[in-house]
């Protein structure tokens, strides 16, 4: 294995979580290398099995953010396990809890990686569930004691809880306001409930049990020979009586207490001593903006006050605690723990606050304080805390934009000629509540939702003569779909596709210093930005990007060049989820809203601190949320909005090369037409209409070359950016084609998007193979997609692991192709299908599915029942305009 491989963790659609390799650009550490080899052959045998593994892992061991996480929450497992008291009397009866404060701690911990979207509660409690049941089934069938089992993991843990100390608070003593107890429990207890003897009490006890005197002895000996406290305590005998400390004597004990814990004993101690992040805080409170447009520039007035624990306190009660006090302080009657140093930084964070309050904050500014990533309040400290208290207006707004269902319905507009399923209703809200506060819109819906028909919706919607044109950029191979879905959902756009190749009339108007004609939307390319001045210097109203992830490296021309555009606001659409990386955050959302992540330094520098501080990692997800709105096929609201299949036009362009192809294909089939007769005439429509869908395949596969580049197919390109989103998803994908040519030159294509192999399936498998080849798909094992001809994969087989279906060439009836989809969308699917049909754009493959959709003199029922004989019945005439490329 590469010495750069990292294992990842990654929740899949159906919350499961699985583990994979990447490669990474740094070099692995050998100790990482080895346990990460360890992890993932533990897997085999389930998540589980490494996760249980994980609580007992070396935290000094790096690994990714992801098995961070888990290691983490593993751990908080393996802790509570070797510090529960009564382990050896219950064994596979343990039940080992987690609380809700515990649960919503991991909640804000979790890292960006593949599937965190679906990371929610359930999953997390889900997984606590199976360490408990793996625990407890291990544990049924282990014959030695608890230790020796956990041994059998690390020789390091050490469990405790047969000798426990208390430590509580006496509020009746002034003097002495902590009272201090050790006590032991007995391995044999005849009682169901557990019995605390005090060490003196329980030597005298055990005077004539050897075995139990001698533990207890050893237990004492192990943690005073750990702990010198201990020692002392031993030696001066405090060890065998109640105690009443003072706050410097606790302040002394608590700090121990990982010492302690990791010596096997168990501590009772006041929660507050845990709650360290909420003792020390400073409180920004904003005002509400005056302005009606927001903006990341508009300036906000705030107030900064100091506060230990809830209560309020002055510099002055702050100087006189750092005077007086060491460790413990008590405040409006509660204890709280104080750290010197770190109060002492938290003044002059404070003083800075203040100084900060004379000219008040911009917004993207206060955003960075609320993640914790801004300079103006910087510390060599990465745990002071920051809270924020909104003012009503802004939190009201806010509220809204991360709950987009209570935002007030707008009136869609008339000229908007379809219908907006509910969530798409709550997407348009969204989008317009951010152009009134003028905020930029990351749309980063799953895909089969809808992104587009929002977007048009949205942009009918803002339609106005006073308004500059809009700017829509995207990929070459998007360009066609966008055209249908205008015409069909918002016909009175004025639209202008600003691409010579696609549009030549275009050229001339690009090449005009200003844009003559008042259109809504003008639509044009990445790779064309850098080449016009006109794009770049038009003040455009909104700038859009579709497939935004073309500018994820910043560092890029492109990405810089796109920056550079002025426009009122920005809008990007995008089916990656943006969570899944975040070294692509940081360019998106500068994109859309400028400022909001800081600069690229600043950004940088936060990322970093991820790994020592999880918490962040809640802090910028709450940042970003307004500004991102991601919805699933799979969330709750939205499965009851959709129809269980959801069916798409996919257009692909033909590349140069397949152009002059076509073209030279359709002067010898016009002329063989024309001199053929009968069933002769017949065989050669039949023939050309092979060859036609072979070049608007790959022309590769029509000349026979073996070369099968992505560059020459407008349908590999269009592939390519569907099983990329597909692949961030670890969904799984059926692709059907008509021809066994293409299968291998596909499977070959689709590997290098997956990282993973795939299945093929053909007329020349054999029937037992073919199903371990289903077995297989259909088992929990990764196998993202499975290439099946028409004629052996289009019935009889059940395949409902996959949530896509792709027909990558068209057969000509609905009714064989339906047959296919039905392999994914059959009894037994719970998840939503999404069916991807190709349409090479200005081809044949466009011009008869407009003919059956049409149904051009033909009925259905002819279509269907004579494969593709029908178009032979056609004229010449006819037929020959069908074959004919519109460009």
Same mark, same amino acid.
């Given at each position: 294995?590469?010495?750069?491989?990292?294992?990842?963790?990654?929740?899949?659609?159906?919350?499961?979580?699985?583990?994979?390799?990447?490669?990474?650009?740094?070099?692995?550490?050998?100790?990482?290398?080895?346990?990460?080899?360890?992890?993932?052959?533990?897997?085999?045998?389930?998540?589980?099995?490494?996760?249980?593994?994980?609580?007992?892992?070396?935290?000094?061991?790096?690994?990714?953010?992801?098995?961070?996480?888990?290691?983490?929450?593993?751990?908080?497992?393996?802790?509570?396990?070797?510090?529960?008291?009564?382990?050896?009397?219950?064994?596979?009866?343990?039940?080992?809890?987690?609380?809700?404060?515990?649960?919503?701690?991991?909640?804000?911990?979790?890292?960006?990686?593949?599937?965190?979207?679906?990371?929610?509660?359930?999953?997390?409690?889900?997984?606590?569930?199976?360490?408990?049941?793996?625990?407890?089934?291990?544990?049924?069938?282990?014959?030695?004691?608890?230790?020796?089992?956990?041994?059998?993991?690390?020789?390091?843990?050490?469990?405790?809880?047969?000798?426990?100390?208390?430590?509580?608070?006496?509020?009746?003593?002034?003097?002495?306001?902590?009272?201090?107890?050790?006590?032991?429990?007995?391995?044999?207890?005849?009682?169901?409930?557990?019995?605390?003897?005090?060490?003196?009490?329980?030597?005298?006890?055990?005077?004539?049990?050897?075995?139990?005197?001698?533990?207890?002895?050893?237990?004492?000996?192990?943690?005073?020979?750990?702990?010198?406290?201990?020692?002392?305590?031993?030696?001066?005998?405090?060890?065998?009586?109640?105690?009443?400390?003072?706050?410097?004597?606790?302040?002394?004990?608590?700090?121990?207490?990982?010492?302690?814990?990791?010596?096997?004993?168990?501590?009772?101690?006041?929660?507050?001593?845990?709650?360290?992040?909420?003792?020390?805080?400073?409180?920004?409170?904003?005002?509400?903006?005056?302005?009606?447009?927001?903006?990341?520039?508009?300036?906000?007035?705030?107030?900064?006050?100091?506060?230990?624990?809830?209560?309020?306190?002055?510099?002055?009660?702050?100087?006189?605690?750092?005077?007086?006090?060491?460790?413990?302080?008590?405040?409006?009657?509660?204890?709280?723990?104080?750290?010197?140093?770190?109060?002492?930084?938290?003044?002059?964070?404070?003083?800075?606050?203040?100084?900060?309050?004379?000219?008040?904050?911009?917004?993207?500014?206060?955003?960075?304080?609320?993640?914790?990533?801004?300079?103006?309040?910087?510390?060599?400290?990465?745990?002071?805390?920051?809270?924020?208290?909104?003012?009503?207006?802004?939190?009201?707004?806010?509220?809204?934009?991360?709950?987009?269902?209570?935002?007030?319905?707008?009136?869609?507009?008339?000229?908007?000629?379809? *219908? =907006?399923?509910?969530? !798409?209703?709550?997407?348009? %809200?969204? /989008?317009? @509540?951010?152009? $009134? #506060?003028? &905020?930029?819109?990351?749309?980063?819906?799953?895909?089969?939702?809808?992104?587009?028909?929002?977007?048009?919706?949205?942009? *009918? =919607?803002?339609?106005? !003569?006073?308004?500059?044109? %809009?700017? /829509?950029? @995207?990929?070459? $191979? #998007?360009? &066609?779909?966008?055209?249908?879905?205008?015409?069909?959902?918002?016909?009175?756009?004025?639209?202008?596709?600003?691409?010579?190749?696609?549009?030549?009339?275009?050229?001339?108007?690009? %090449?005009?210093?200003? @844009?003559?004609?008042?259109?809504?939307?003008?639509?044009?390319?990445?790779?064309?930005?850098?080449?016009?001045?006109?794009?770049?210097?038009?003040?455009?109203?909104?700038?859009?990007?579709?497939?935004?992830?073309?500018?994820?490296?910043?560092?890029?021309?492109?990405?810089?060049?796109?920056?550079?555009?002025?426009?009122?606001?920005?809008?990007?659409?995008?089916?990656?989820?943006?969570?899944?990386?975040?070294?692509?955050?940081?360019?998106?959302?500068?994109?859309?809203?400028?400022?909001?992540?800081?600069?690229?330094?600043?950004?940088?520098?936060?990322?970093?601190?991820?790994?020592?501080?999880?918490?962040?990692?809640?802090?910028?997800?709450?940042?970003?949320?307004?500004?991102?709105?991601?919805?699933?096929?799979?969330?709750?609201?939205?499965?009851?909005?959709?129809?269980?299949?959801?069916?798409?036009?996919?257009?692909?362009?033909?590349?140069?090369?397949?152009?002059?192809?076509?073209?030279?294909?359709?002067?010898?089939?016009?002329?063989?037409?024309?001199?053929?007769?009968?069933?002769?005439?017949?065989?050669?429509?039949?023939?050309?209409?092979?060859?036609?869908?072979?070049?608007?395949?790959?022309?590769?596969?029509?000349?026979?070359?073996?070369?099968?580049?992505?560059?020459?197919?407008?349908?590999?390109?269009?592939?390519?950016?569907?099983?990329?989103?597909?692949?961030?998803?670890?969904?799984?994908?059926?692709?059907?084609?008509?021809?066994?040519?293409?299968?291998?030159?596909?499977?070959?294509?689709?590997?290098?998007?997956?990282?993973?192999?795939?299945?093929?399936?053909?007329?020349?498998?054999?029937?037992?193979?073919?199903?371990?080849?289903?077995?297989?798909?259909?088992?929990?094992?990764?196998?993202?997609?499975?290439?099946?001809?028409?004629?052996?994969?289009?019935?009889?087989?059940?395949?409902?692991?996959?949530?896509?279906?792709?027909?990558?060439?068209?057969?000509?009836?609905?009714?064989?192709?339906?047959?296919?989809?039905?392999?994914?969308?059959?009894?037994?699917?719970?998840?939503?299908?999404?069916?991807?049909?190709?349409?090479?754009?200005?081809?044949?493959?466009?011009?008869?599915?407009?003919?059956?959709?049409?149904?051009?003199?033909?009925?259905?029922?002819?279509?269907?029942?004579?494969?593709?004989?029908?178009?032979?019945?056609?004229?010449?005439?006819?037929?020959?305009?069908?074959?004919?490329?519109?460009?």
């Amino acid at each position: 294995m590469n010495n750069n491989n990292q294992l990842i963790a990654a929740i899949f659609p159906d919350g499961n979580v699985h583990l994979e390799w990447t490669t990474v650009k740094r070099k692995i550490y050998k100790n990482t290398l080895i346990l990460q080899k360890e992890i993932f052959k533990r897997s085999k045998d389930g998540f589980v099995s490494s996760l249980f593994f994980l609580g007992f892992c070396d935290e000094e061991i790096p690994l990714s953010p992801s098995l961070n996480f888990f290691r983490d929450f593993a751990h908080l497992f393996s802790f509570k396990l070797s510090h529960a008291p009564e382990l050896e009397i219950k064994r596979d009866k343990t039940e080992i809890s987690i609380t809700p404060d515990e649960m919503a701690g991991f909640l804000q911990k979790i890292p960006f990686m593949v599937g965190s979207q679906r990371f929610n509660k359930n999953v997390l409690s889900n997984l606590w569930e199976q360490l408990n049941l793996f625990f407890q089934d291990k544990i049924k069938h282990h014959e030695g004691t608890i230790e020796s089992f956990v041994h059998t993991y690390s020789m390091h843990i050490l469990l405790v809880g047969r000798m426990q100390f208390h430590l509580a608070e006496n509020p009746f003593d002034k003097i002495h306001p902590f009272s201090f107890l050790a006590t032991y429990i007995p391995r044999q207890q005849k009682k169901r409930t557990i019995q605390h003897f005090t060490i003196k009490h329980a030597l005298e006890i055990f005077d004539h049990n050897d075995r139990e005197l001698l533990e207890l002895l050893n237990t004492i000996n192990f943690a005073a020979r750990e702990c010198p406290i201990i020692q002392q305590m031993l030696e001066s005998g405090d060890l065998f009586h109640p105690l009443g400390w003072t706050a410097s004597e606790a302040y002394q004990f608590l700090k121990e207490i990982k010492l302690f814990e990791k010596s096997g004993i168990l501590c009772r101690i006041p929660d507050w001593w845990n709650k360290e992040a909420s003792s020390m805080k400073i409180n920004i409170s904003m005002h509400d903006p005056v302005p009606s447009h927001l903006g990341m520039d508009s300036i906000l007035n705030f107030n900064a006050e100091l506060l230990l624990g809830d209560t309020i306190v002055t510099e002055e009660e702050i100087h006189n605690i750092l005077n007086e006090t060491e460790g413990l302080a008590l405040v409006n009657g509660k204890w709280l723990k104080v750290d010197q140093r770190k109060l002492a930084m938290m003044l002059k964070m404070f003083e800075k606050a203040k100084d900060a309050e004379k000219k008040g904050l911009t917004f993207q500014e206060a955003i960075r304080l609320q993640m914790g990533a801004s300079e103006l309040l910087s510390s060599e400290d990465e745990d002071f805390v920051l809270e924020f208290s909104l003012g009503q207006w802004l939190k009201n707004a806010l509220e809204k934009l991360r709950n987009p269902e209570i935002i007030k319905t707008v009136s869609v507009p008339s000229t908007f000629t379809g *219908t =907006l399923r509910p969530y !798409q209703l709550e997407g348009l %809200n969204w /989008l317009y @509540l951010l152009h $009134s #506060l003028q &905020f930029g819109a990351c749309l980063a819906d799953d895909m089969g939702l809808g992104k587009t028909v929002q977007l048009l919706a949205f942009l *009918t =919607l803002i339609k106005d !003569q006073n308004n500059p044109p %809009n700017l /829509l950029i @995207l990929p070459a $191979s #998007l360009v &066609f779909n966008w055209q249908s879905e205008i015409q069909t959902f918002s016909p009175t756009l004025k639209v202008l596709i600003a691409h010579p190749g696609i549009n030549p009339e275009s050229k001339d108007i690009l %090449n005009k210093d200003t @844009l003559e004609n008042p259109y809504d939307l003008v639509i044009t390319t990445y790779n064309l930005i850098q080449k016009f001045p006109l794009l770049k210097e038009t003040k455009w109203f909104y700038v859009i990007l579709d497939e935004a992830q073309a500018i994820k490296n910043p560092n890029t021309k492109q990405s810089k060049a796109i920056k550079k555009l002025m426009s009122f606001n920005r809008i990007i659409l995008t089916g990656t989820p943006i969570e899944n990386k975040l070294s692509n955050l940081w360019s998106l959302l500068d994109f859309t809203n400028p400022g909001l992540l800081g600069t690229p330094r600043e950004f940088s520098k936060y990322t970093k601190s991820l790994s020592d501080h999880p918490n962040k990692y809640g802090k910028l997800k709450n940042v970003i949320q307004p500004y991102l709105l991601r919805r699933l096929k799979t969330d709750k609201n939205i499965v009851p909005d959709l129809p269980d299949k959801i069916e798409m036009k996919t257009y692909s362009h033909l590349s140069k090369k397949q152009i002059i192809l076509y073209n030279e294909l359709i002067k010898t089939t016009e002329s063989s037409i024309k001199e053929s007769k009968g069933i002769q005439r017949k065989g050669v429509i039949l023939s050309s209409l092979m060859k036609f869908k072979q070049i608007c395949n790959h022309p590769s596969q029509y000349t026979g070359n073996r070369h099968f580049s992505e560059n020459d197919s407008g349908k590999f390109q269009r592939l390519r950016e569907i099983c990329e989103i597909i692949f961030q998803e670890r969904e799984k994908v059926l692709i059907f084609t008509q021809f066994k040519s293409i299968i291998s030159p596909l499977e070959i294509f689709l590997k290098t998007i997956f990282g993973h192999d795939g299945l093929v399936l053909h007329g020349s498998i054999p029937t037992p193979q073919r199903k371990i080849l289903i077995d297989r798909f259909q088992s929990d094992e990764y196998i993202p997609f499975f290439i099946l001809s028409l004629k052996a994969g289009g019935v009889g087989l059940n395949l409902t692991e996959a949530n896509h279906v792709i027909h990558f060439d068209r057969w000509w009836n609905p009714a064989i192709e339906n047959q296919a989809t039905d392999r994914a969308f059959r009894i037994g699917q719970e998840k939503k299908v999404i069916v991807h049909k190709f349409i090479t754009k200005g081809t044949i493959e466009e011009n008869i599915d407009i003919m059956i959709e049409e149904k051009s003199g033909l009925s259905r029922n002819i279509i269907e029942q004579s494969k593709e004989n029908w178009l032979t019945e056609i004229d010449d005439d006819s037929l020959i305009n069908l074959f004919k490329l519109k460009l």
